[in-house]
């Protein structure tokens, strides 16, 4: 099986480490390598521009590949999303210059907008004025190209070095694992395997002790998948609980579970989650 890896850029390096994390055994590519196996599983890597990849899905030249859904929807490729890898989050945005008075995107209606996403900015973005601007999409504003912008932002911060001020969000987008059509059963496999590691980078295992009297309230307090799995001790009187919780609340959930009296309080990082 053939699978398209961004040949650079941000997406590359977490594509790689999905692959190690996936169980793969990808060779670590060279910079200057157009191909890498993997040791583990019959799977061939081929680094390719991301804006390509779609096309070499679309037209057989690989099984599947990992791109960015926003570049899958600007090239309107014929494929299909298998799954979701949980990195590469931006977000397709429409902005204008901080004194433009302008203050809602559709107030946008007739304006000149830029933008290096021509078909996503036609589709989102109706009766608007498009000037097509590969490079620096941020200065057209300041040369006198456009009233507005539209362009990927992650954390806003080349936004507002350029004097430019986010309108609102036009699409979401991360990046995906994209396969024809009609895909290959080794590429739904592969989908499922990515899956079950990216919802396990979302979760942790946690374990604690609960001394009887304050069991149900620590119980009540575990999120995570159904009911955690409570087990008696040696010791007279306590309980240990186990669940799978989500990471993004770890941070509030130790200090709570720690005032309504749990103790030995282990979290653990987990390989792959199924089911």
């Known amino acids: 099986m053939r699978i398209a890896v961004p040949s650079k850029g941000r997406l590359r390096e977490p594509t790689i480490e999905l692959l190690h994390d996936a169980g793969l055994g ?8 157009l191909a890498f196996p993997c040791r583990n599983a019959p799977v061939e890597g081929l680094l390719v521009r991301a804006d390509d990849i779609p096309e070499y899905v679309q037209d057989g030249v690989v099984d599947c590949g990992v791109t960015g859904m926003d570049i899958v929807r600007e090239r309107g490729a014929d494929v299909l ?23 809602h995107i559709d107030e946008l209606k007739g304006a000149r907008v830029a933008t290096s996403f021509p078909r996503l900015a036609e589709e989102l973005l ?10 620096s999409v941020e200065l057209a504003p300041r040369l006198g190209l456009a009233d507005a912008i539209v362009d990927l932002v992650s954390s806003g911060s080349t936004l507002r ?21 009609e895909p290959h059963e080794e590429a739904q496999q592969l989908a499922g395997v990515f899956k079950s590691v990216v919802d396990a980078r979302a979760a942790r295992y946690l374990m604690l002790n609960a001394p009887d009297a304050s069991l149900e309230q620590i119980c009540a307090l575990v999120p995570g998948s159904g009911s955690p799995s409570v087990i008696p001790l040696a010791e007279q009187g306590m309980h240990a609980v186990h669940s799978v919780i989500p990471a993004e609340d770890v941070w509030q959930l130790l200090p709570a579970l720690e005032a309504a009296g749990a103790t030995s309080i282990l979290l653990v990082p987990l390989e792959r989650m199924l089911g």
Do not use: K, M, W, Y
């Not at 990808?26 to 390598?33: F, I, L, Q, S, Y």
């Not at 999303?81 to 203050?103: I, M, Y």
């Open 126 to 135: 109706p009766d608007v004025e498009l000037v097509d601007v590969h490079g």
């Open 161 to 181: 070095t350029n004097g430019l001020r986010s309108l609102g969000v036009l699409l979401e987008s991360q990046a995906v694992l994209i396969g024809p059509r």
């Open 26 to 33: 990808p060779e670590t590519p060279g910079d200057r390598a």
């Open 81 to 103: 999303e298998l799954a979701r890898l949980g990195f590469g989050a931006c977000s397709l945005e429409a902005a204008v210059p901080q004194e433009s008075g302008v203050q």
